[in-house]
């Protein structure tokens, strides 16, 4: 990890999840409002778990042409769009309502298909997106983990490198407790806008050691990141 990649990261800090969630929804409105002035439409690939509720909620109330606007899972796992752990149901339920409903929603899961064969058919589906992506928004998860790139993936390495170029991965780690799909870390970093969200004091330890050392996958992902890397966090 080299010096000018930590002097990239912009920290963003907020007393509460209010107010990170409110800040980090005007940011990310207002970067889907600038791709759409420019490009007509705009593609937005967010990310699952309890942290990005709250800013969900805020950004579908966002007054933005929204019908012109895809989203896409930044990852998901292997499960039934309906189950309590899917991400597609986490934002279907968050974001895809008020204002925002009005946008497309692009699945990574797919029923009938096992895990690698669904990864080729959603690579096809992001290949058809305006790339690069307009707004990626990470989290970051207790061991480092970012997307699912696991540091236990016993092909962590070639995940990375991504010699096929796919856009779509297919991961296998025993901490995911399930099979998942990721976006590859070269579409999540030549993301126009490369956001991580994480809430609390001992997820901005590890950020900061992540970075200053540089091995784990939240490090990993954010060097390789085309833009500077914006950091909201909330205590």
Request: glycine share 6%.
């Given at each position: 990890?080299?010096a000018?990649?930590?002097?990239?990261?912009?920290w963003?800090?907020?007393?509460?999840?209010?107010?990170?969630?409110?800040?980090l929804?005007?940011?990310?409105?207002?970067?889907?409002?600038?791709?759409?002035?420019?490009?007509g439409?705009?593609?937005?690939?967010?990310?699952?778990?309890?942290?990005?509720?709250?800013?969900?909620q805020?950004?579908?109330l966002?007054?933005?042409?929204?019908?012109?606007?895809?989203?896409v899972?930044?990852?998901?796992?292997?499960?039934?769009?309906?189950?309590?752990?899917?991400n597609?149901?986490l934002?279907?339920?968050?974001?895809?309502?008020n204002?925002?409903?009005?946008?497309?929603?692009m699945?990574?899961?797919?029923a009938d298909a096992?895990?690698e064969?669904?990864?080729?058919?959603?690579?096809?589906?992001?290949?058809?997106?305006?790339?690069?992506?307009?707004?990626?928004i990470?989290g970051?998860g207790?061991?480092g983990?970012?997307?699912?790139?696991?540091?236990?993936a016993?092909?962590?390495?070639?995940?990375?490198e991504?010699?096929?170029?796919?856009?779509v991965?297919?991961?296998?780690?025993?901490?995911?407790?399930?099979p998942?799909?990721?976006?590859?870390?070269?579409?999540?970093?030549?993301?126009r806008?490369l956001?991580?969200h994480?809430?609390g004091?001992e997820?901005?330890?590890?950020?900061t050691?992540a970075?200053?050392?540089?091995?784990l996958?939240?490090?990993?992902?954010?060097?390789?990141?085309?833009?500077?890397?914006q950091?909201?966090?909330a205590?």
């Amino acid at each position: 990890m080299t010096a000018p990649f930590k002097q990239r990261l912009k920290w963003n800090e907020f007393a509460s999840p209010d107010g990170v969630a409110e800040a980090l929804a005007k940011t990310v409105g207002q970067a889907l409002k600038q791709a759409i002035a420019e490009r007509g439409r705009a593609t937005l690939a967010v990310s699952g778990g309890r942290t990005p509720r709250l800013m969900l909620q805020a950004l579908s109330l966002a007054a933005i042409a929204w019908e012109k606007v895809t989203v896409v899972l930044v990852d998901e796992r292997f499960v039934p769009s309906g189950s309590a752990r899917s991400n597609e149901k986490l934002v279907r339920d968050h974001l895809m309502r008020n204002r925002a409903g009005r946008a497309a929603l692009m699945p990574l899961f797919r029923a009938d298909a096992s895990v690698e064969e669904a990864a080729t058919l959603a690579s096809v589906a992001v290949d058809a997106l305006p790339l690069p992506l307009d707004v990626a928004i990470l989290g970051m998860g207790p061991d480092g983990h970012t997307a699912s790139f696991f540091p236990d993936a016993p092909n962590l390495e070639a995940l990375y490198e991504n010699a096929e170029g796919r856009t779509v991965l297919p991961v296998h780690a025993e901490s995911a407790g399930e099979p998942r799909l990721t976006l590859s870390m070269q579409v999540l970093g030549a993301a126009r806008l490369l956001a991580v969200h994480i809430e609390g004091t001992e997820r901005k330890t590890i950020l900061t050691q992540a970075v200053a050392d540089g091995k784990l996958p939240i490090a990993r992902v954010l060097a390789a990141a085309a833009s500077a890397p914006q950091i909201y966090w909330a205590p």
